[in-house]
């Protein structure tokens, strides 16, 4: 072989060499050391939980892994970002390769959402979005796991409120307020008792629940199977924004209704923000007046505001009997005008709830005044027979 020909052919293999390395990195990018995992929680008691992973590749496309164990041989799960949080729900951003049931995995490879728009890793970190993987093509309604991504993970700050019973013995729990990302709230409440079947509304009001209110927010209701509400709070119910510093500040309450039908039943109720206990209390007791056998008690908690949440409990009232009571000046055996007025004790209960924010003419009435302030409370049988004190006590520096 001459010289020439050796010459033709080393150079044809060097442009070989070239040629195929060229092609192997624009088919087979590498990745990036650039990527974000994100949880996939198990769903509608699959047992099927895992994560995502979008790693950057070289070209700048992402490649998408999902990993899940509790997968079983033989099935395949489609599976889809979408817009929103889960809570929330919405529509599919990019469809993903089902789910292999046999190794709980699917790698996708993409750089366009379904509809056309280019996405890189910096948009996934940012992106409004969860993922959804389903049971089946034919079963797109059973989510088997699920995860929020993007701007709507949660930061790992949450509040947590106490929802007491109310109205319907046995039904009590909390509800918790997580902070996102976004600085959007995922609100759950838990609840214990709650029956099977029933759905049970529930809503954020304004003030404190002792004074009611109108409804700032609603929440999706309570299913009684579980006892779990989930809600994505982005704005109040009016539009305006409300976010998570918004909830830990607002001065309101959680009801949560027994039905649709029944919103005047609440079977659950707590105070959240402001109007949240501080744990400092006072208490006082309240003597036996003009009516053998009505005595009981008076209990002062603070508020994060320093507002008071003030509690008459009394034994031997008639339940048919609705009796006013006020904080009035001066000690109870100097009598002196009324200074705070309660809401009524009810006979049939005994109790009293009061938020006490100012005195009845407006001046501040605060926890820290209590202790030093110069007055007594007078319980009266009724609105027509205020002489009768039914239960009487002095508070303050009288005490």
């Known amino acids: 072989m001459n010289k020439t020909i050796i010459n033709y052919i080393m150079i044809f293999f060097a442009i070989s060499t070239v040629t195929l390395i060229g092609c192997s990195d624009d088919d087979d990018p590498s990745t990036t050391d650039n990527s974000i995992s994100y949880n996939l929680n198990e769903r509608s008691s699959s047992g099927i939980s895992g994560d995502i992973e979008f790693l950057e590749l070289s070209d700048g496309r992402i490649q998408a892994q999902i990993s899940l164990v509790g997968t079983s041989d033989g099935t395949s799960h489609p599976a889809h970002v979408h817009m929103n949080s889960a809570a929330m729900g919405g529509s599919i951003i990019i469809s993903l390769d089902p789910v292999d049931g046999a190794t709980g995995s699917s790698v996708t490879i993409f750089g366009q959402s379904d509809g056309g728009a280019n996405i890189s890793l910096a948009d996934i970190k940012d992106l409004d979005a969860y993922v959804n993987v389903h049971k089946s093509s034919s079963e797109l309604d059973v989510i088997i796991s699920q995860g ?40 759950i409440i838990d609840l214990d008792g709650t029956p099977a079947g029933g759905l049970h509304p529930a809503h954020i009001h304004m003030n404190s629940a002792a004074e009611s209110g109108g409804i700032i927010i609603s929440f999706n209701p ?85 507002s008071v949440l003030a509690t008459l409990s009394l034994t031997g009232t008639p339940s048919t009997g609705v009796h006013p009571a006020h904080i009035h000046k001066n ?69």
């Open 222 to 306: 309570v299913v009684g199977e579980s006892g779990i509400s989930m809600t994505d709070i982005r704005n109040s119910d009016d539009g305006t924004p409300f976010d998570y510093e918004n909830i830990l500040t607002a001065n309101a309450y959680v009801n949560v209704h027994l039905s649709a039908t029944e919103l005047g039943t609440i079977v659950a109720q707590g105070d959240i923000g402001l109007n949240e206990l501080t744990g400092s209390e006072l208490e006082y007791t309240l003597e036996e007046k003009d009516i053998v056998g009505i005595s009981g008690k008076v209990n002062f908690a603070e508020r994060m505001d320093g």
């Open 148 to 187: 929020d991504i993007g701007s709507n993970i949660l930061t790992g700050d949450s509040k947590t409120y106490e929802l007491e019973e109310r109205a319907v013995d046995g039904i009590s729990g909390e509800v918790t307020f997580s902070k996102r990302k976004n600085g959007n709230t995922l609100a």
């Open 331 to 399: 000690s109870a055996s100097e009598g002196g005008d009324i200074a705070v007025t309660f809401t009524s004790v009810d006979g049939s209960t005994g109790q009293s709830l009061t938020s006490i924010r100012t005195a009845d003419d407006g001046t501040p009435f605060n926890f820290q005044l209590i202790s030093s302030y110069d007055g007594y409370i007078n319980v009266h049988k009724s609105v027509d027979e205020l002489n009768v004190i039914v239960a009487q006590g002095n508070i303050g520096i009288n005490n």
